[in-house]
């Protein structure tokens, strides 16, 4: 492939040495009858199977990865894996794109059945979706070889899983390695920073083995937020992508400019109540001992718990976010969510209040309704502060 008339050899391992005549692409037809591919929706719309040779050379790419990614789908369907040989770049040109300059689709191999190329190295891969699956299932104790089990009975057999055991293997000495060294990098930085804001606050644990388990910091600058806009907290633990696959736990809260300020930060390994209870302590450790008036959660029930040993005096409340998910999911009309969330977020009196929320109910013929009767009863979780 070239781009700009640069060259770029991708090739399947089989050695190539004939020539081939110039495209139209290639002879400057500024890609007239070609077909852009410039994103992997335009790839997965192709049909590998159909495709013939000159076919393949009228496609022009975004980018060399783009280019890479087209001719290891076609290697995969074909049965054979490709890999990268060299580049060799050169300022002829200027057209910005990518295309096929030469293909040899002839092999010094046979070609494998297309059940089998997925276990060809090049197109085995764990997505993160899979190592998240199986980084939580070994959590609660189930061994490499039933958690490969699992993933081949869902996919259909062995064959078709995508990669292999020795596979998930690597990727849990891979795990192992990175997080040792990472999480030692981790509070190396943390304590460095001690010397420039002597009221840093970063706490740990680790389990029997050693391994890090919950990590919570917070500067100088934050506690003094906390001290004056701390009375509200909003704890949040739905950010989880990361590659520890691990939930990522934020507090945080609003200032006088109706700004989202963040108090404290903490990385745990689960989502248990004692994990919580720990990070509470360390809130009250940090913020020298003042508990807020009011905490506001999306409603897990190991928070609640936590929230209640920790804060027994303060307020729990459901976020407007969760609260509107909820009267979507269980009362599933659009108009009563519009209604309610403007009971929810307007400025009113109580008996103000009062008298719109009874009225929407009567409106939607929901007065008997499981959700709302808890709802108005606060059994479902109070409104958001």
Not at 149 to 173: I, T
Not at 218 to 246: P, S
Not at 271 to 284: K, S
Request: aromatic fraction near 10%; charged fraction near 25%; include cysteine.
């Amino acid at each position: 492939m070239t781009d700009d008339e640069a060259e770029a050899e991708i090739g399947d391992g089989n050695v190539h040495d004939t020539e081939s005549s110039r495209t139209e692409v290639e002879r400057g037809c500024i890609f007239a009858e070609a077909t852009a591919v410039n994103c992997l929706e335009d790839i997965s719309k192709i049909n590998f199977k159909q495709l013939s040779q000159e076919e393949v050379m009228k496609y022009h790419f975004l980018d060399l990865n783009m280019a890479f990614t087209f001719y290891n789908w076609y290697a995969s369907v074909n049965g054979f894996a490709g890999r990268k040989s060299k580049v060799m770049r050169n300022k002829k040109g200027n057209s910005g794109r990518w295309y096929i300059k030469l293909l040899h689709d002839s092999h010094n191999h046979a070609l494998l059945d297309e059940k089998f190329v997925g276990m060809l190295p090049a197109h085995r891969k764990m997505t993160d979706h899979d190592i998240w699956r199986m980084s939580n299932m070994r959590q609660v104790g189930m061994k490499t070889t039933h958690i490969f089990g699992l993933f081949a009975s869902e996919a259909g057999g062995f064959e078709k899983v995508g990669f292999r055991r020795r596979d998930m293997y690597n990727e849990q000495e891979r795990q192992r390695l990175t997080t040792s060294t990472d999480a030692k990098a981790a509070c190396q930085y943390l304590e460095s920073m001690r010397t420039s804001d002597g009221t840093m606050f970063w706490r740990h644990k680790v389990d029997s083995s050693g391994r890090l388990t919950h990590l919570f910091w917070c500067d100088g600058a934050a506690q003094r937020d906390y001290m004056i806009f701390g009375d509200v907290l909003a704890f949040d633990a739905t950010y989880k992508r990361n590659k520890y696959m691990c939930p990522l736990v934020v507090f945080s809260g609003v200032n006088h400019h109706n700004q989202s300020i963040v108090f404290c930060v903490a990385i745990v390994s689960d989502e248990t109540e004692e994990t919580y209870v720990w990070l509470l302590e360390q809130v009250l450790a940090a913020m020298g001992g003042k508990s807020p008036t009011s905490v506001i959660t999306d409603g897990d029930l190991a928070m609640r718990n936590a929230i209640r040993r920790i804060f027994p005096e303060c307020h729990h409340r459901l976020c407007a976010w969760h609260l509107i998910r909820n009267a979507c999911t269980n009362v599933g009309k659009k108009q009563f969510v519009r209604k309610f969330k403007q009971c929810m977020l307007g400025d009113y009196d109580v008996g103000e209040f009062k008298a719109k929320w009874e009225k929407m109910v009567c409106d939607f013929g929901l007065e008997d309704h499981k959700w709302v009767k808890c709802m108005k009863r606060g059994t479902c979780g109070p409104l958001t502060t």
